[in-house]
């Protein structure tokens, strides 16, 4: 078993690493101008927000121009003994490095090694609503990183009581280390299903941090999204749920279903139930909750297995596991229910297997390639973070296509599909199906670039969307969001651009885009974005939740 207790302080953090100390006292004032606590002890305030983000940490160094990506990749034929006797064989392929370690150029090598990433510290900053900073939690970067541009990791939820925020990382298996400045981690083996096919040939647990109102930090370690990426995870009824994906290396469709390591990845995906404090478990007895195939709504061909499962998103409403799906080429992108309506799944292995995973009625149904069961083009939407503001009022964070137009069309980067439904949308349950309302994208400015101090004017990004979210239901029937944008721009890695955390106000019984004022006092404007808190160069904002508290604490957040 591998859980850590760690106890907080007060930090505060710049846009530069920290020294390697782990905890300190914040002994002056705070730089954004937020309250000040002299007490030498962390705590999340009631009624605030917590923003993970990441600073990258490399040098020139971290990375040699010349050499091999990833780090240990070995060129050459991996052969693998098949369930049905006999054997078959892989390629596997290195890289080399074109950039050295220095930001942003650094990401200019996911051009050559699609594996590229770098890990970096971890930072929860606690905010007001108003986005002013009281303080930071500064994560032990030997206890858990991340990888600095993969943009769907570090997503925040609060556990159903109130009491802890959680979220996915990385720490190292035996003989590897849990620091800054690795290499490729993020398509790393995990130590208990390693894929001698994957060229990365590194060991890292995908880990689930769980940090309560005291900044007490406790890790699980876990063998899923061996490949990939854990991406969310919440706590429920002393149980986490997870989603991320896996299977980085060169097994084909036949070869997944017909190796053990293959069987293996094809189990080790989606969404998955993983006890806290539980030695780290592995195959046949990693919990993959469900299983959906294309096939399931009547599309003939199936996907090549465990990629229909490539699951991003998460929350808990009603006692109900809802998961999205918005990137890759294999699947469907859209909201899922995972397993019955007021029922979490829990149970053994085969039992959490059986789950039914369902398309909410009313969503997308058509391929993330862009046809629809008939064979017809269809739209293509990219769902991320989701928040249901009642049992029939839902909001979608749509991140757009990614796909940077240039030269710019009248000053805009982003493509028509993005300018048209990327943003927040808005659900509403009608008759039992799902219907988009309207999309909230005034002051994003989709696709118009912003200017970030000491980024090169060449690397400005533009928003794009948005991907995680929270909110909060007022007495008076206004709703306020809380967004984390996604981008686009010519970076190497879109996922390392500068963004931002974003606000809007809604009215939550409107079923058409609201015009006028909202509450003057705050500062705000019915359907209209603020901005509350900008990533400066070498900067990313990935997840937001509102803060955990001592006790009970059963809102509507």
């Not at 030997?142 to 609060?158: H, P």
């Amino acid at each position: 078993m591998k859980k850590t207790l760690i106890v907080g302080a007060l930090v505060i953090v710049g846009a530069s690493v920290l020294a390697a100390q782990t905890f300190v006292s914040n002994s002056k004032d705070n730089a954004d101008g937020g309250d000040h606590d002299h007490s030498g002890r962390f705590e999340f305030k009631s009624g605030t927000l917590v923003l993970s983000r990441s600073v990258y940490a490399g040098t020139a160094a971290t990375v040699v121009v010349g050499q091999t990506l990833p780090p240990g990749c070995v060129a050459g034929t991996v052969t693998l003994p098949l369930l049905k006797g006999g054997t078959t064989s892989v390629k596997v392929k290195c890289a080399t490095a074109t950039a050295d370690g220095t930001y942003p150029t650094v990401f200019n090598n996911d051009a050559a090694d699609g594996s590229f990433g770098v890990t970096s510290p971890i930072f929860l900053d606690n905010i007001t609503t108003s986005g002013v900073r009281i303080g930071t939690l500064d994560v032990p970067d030997d206890l858990i990183v991340t990888s600095f541009s993969s943009k769907s990791e570090l997503a925040l939820n609060r556990s159903l009581d109130g009491k802890s925020i959680t979220f996915a990382g990385y720490r190292g298996g035996p003989g590897f280390v849990t620091a800054p400045n690795q290499l490729d981690i993020s398509n790393s083996n995990t130590p208990g299903v390693v894929d001698p096919t994957n060229p990365v040939v590194s060991q890292y647990f995908r880990t689930v941090a769980e940090v309560d109102a005291s900044g007490h930090i406790e890790i699980t370690e876990g063998n899923a999204y061996s490949g990939n990426n854990g991406r969310a995870a919440i706590k429920a009824n002393g149980l986490y749920y997870l989603t991320g994906n896996d299977n980085n290396g060169g097994l084909s469709a036949s070869q997944l279903l017909g190796t053990q390591v293959g069987i293996n990845l094809i189990t080790s995906t989606g969404a998955e139930l993983l006890v806290p404090g539980q030695t780290p478990p592995v195959p046949p007895d990693i919990n993959k909750i469900g299983d959906f195939e294309i096939t399931q709504v009547g599309f003939k061909t199936p996907d090549k297995a465990g990629k229909d499962n490539n699951f991003r998103g998460l929350t808990i409403f009603n006692n109900t596991l809802f998961v999205t799906k918005g990137s890759g080429g294999n699947g469907i992108n859209t909201v899922y229910q995972v397993g019955n309506a007021g029922v979490l799944p829990a149970g053994t292995t085969a039992e959490l297997a059986s789950e039914p995973i369902t398309i909410l009625p009313g969503f997308p149904k058509s391929l993330a390639s862009g046809v629809d069961v008939n064979g017809n083009p269809a739209p293509v939407s990219f769902p991320f973070g989701i928040w249901f503001a009642d049992a029939s009022t839902l909001y979608v964070c749509d991140e757009g296509d990614g796909t940077l137009v240039t030269p710019a069309v009248n000053g805009n980067v982003a493509d028509t599909a993005s300018q048209a439904t990327a943003g927040v949308q808005k659900w509403s349950l009608v008759n039992g199906a799902w219907q988009m309302d309207y999309v909230l994208q005034n002051g994003l400015n989709i696709g118009v670039p912003y200017t970030v101090p000491n980024l090169p004017a060449a690397f400005n990004p533009a928003t794009d969307g948005c991907r995680n979210i929270t909110g909060t239901v007022h007495g008076d029937g206004t709703v306020d969001i809380y967004a984390v944008t996604s981008t686009v721009s010519a970076s190497g890695d879109q996922g390392a651009d500068p963004n931002k955390l974003v606000k809007v106000r809604d009215l939550l019984t409107a079923t058409t885009l609201p015009q006028g004022n909202g509450d003057h006092d705050r500062g705000d404007s019915f359907g209209r974005f603020v901005t509350i808190r900008s990533a400066k160069a070498g900067e990313v904002l990935r997840g937001v939740a509102f803060a955990p508290q001592d006790h009970d604490d059963r809102d509507d957040h």
